[in-house]
Nanobody, 126 residues
């Protein structure tokens, strides 16, 4: 059974940094992709960054490009999101998501991701 567990959220002032991690169990990094989504209160889920688990190629939403870096560790089965130059508008619950092994990467189509973590809160104060 696939399980995704996020960690690393917290509170930080604008301009600060945080690093989120997603630990995957029962999952292999042999194809497909994993992504970070976020949801702010009263707003829709927003795709933030994703990474192709086989090649390591990242894709970023325009809103975080140049500030966030996604990476994966194939030996530790973790995907990390390094967030820098944080802004108050980055405040949200951040979720890790993964497609079934070997599945096509659905980019930002949330409902096509098969597995989700429980989320970790990121709060950025001005």
């Amino acid at each position: 059974q696939v399980q995704l567990v996020e960690s690393g959220g917290g509170s930080v002032q604008a301009g600060g940094s945080l690093r989120l991690s997603c630990a995957a169990s029962g999952y292999t990094f042999s194809g497909g992709c994993m992504a970070w989504f976020r949801q702010a209160p009263g707003k829709e889920h927003e795709g933030v960054a994703l990474i192709y688990t086989g090649s390591g190629i990242p894709v970023y939403a325009d809103s975080v490009k140049g500030r966030f870096t996604i990476s994966r560790d194939r030996l530790k089965y973790t995907v990390s999101l390094q967030m820098t130059s944080l802004k108050p508008e980055d405040t949200a619950m951040y979720y890790c998501a993964a497609v079934a092994v070997g599945g096509n990467c659905p980019l930002w189509t949330r409902y096509k991701y098969h597995y989700w973590g429980q989320g970790t809160q990121v709060t950025v104060s001005s």
